[in-house]
């Protein structure tokens, strides 16, 4: 009993240390990654759907729970005005299932 209650404690520390819990800052300085929202999915990096709930949020996938709380994110993110001031570029897609990675060279940047 002691080995599955230990092991259940396990799997869901790593389920939630992943989840993609967003806070979005209001200076650059604050922030772990400059997040640019380009207009055209063809453009993105990553492809972004908001979550209602935080359970909901995926490990690095896409799916996003913008927290109200900088403590409680995984990552600080600030929106900048231009595209070559970004570190990751991300377009927001109105389903679910559109969500994921175009460019997993830059998939560190939320880990």
Do not use: C, H, R
């Not at 080995?3 to 404690?9: A, H, P, V």
């Not at 772990?32 to 055209?40: L, N, Q, R």
């Amino acid at each position: 009993m002691k080995k599955i209650l230990i092991s259940t404690g396990i799997l869901m520390t790593t389920v939630f240390a992943n989840a993609q819990k967003i806070y979005s800052v209001e200076y650059a300085n604050q922030a772990d990654i400059k997040v640019f929202v380009v207009p055209y999915e063809n453009q993105a990096d990553l492809k972004v759907y908001k979550v209602k709930y935080q359970n909901q949020a995926g490990g690095n996938d896409g799916k996003w729970f913008f927290t109200s709380y900088s403590n409680q994110a995984n990552k600080k993110v600030y929106f900048v005005e231009y595209a070559n001031q970004a570190d990751l570029k991300i377009y927001f897609v109105n389903y679910e299932n559109q969500a994921g990675w175009k460019n997993s060279s830059k998939k560190s940047l939320l880990y």
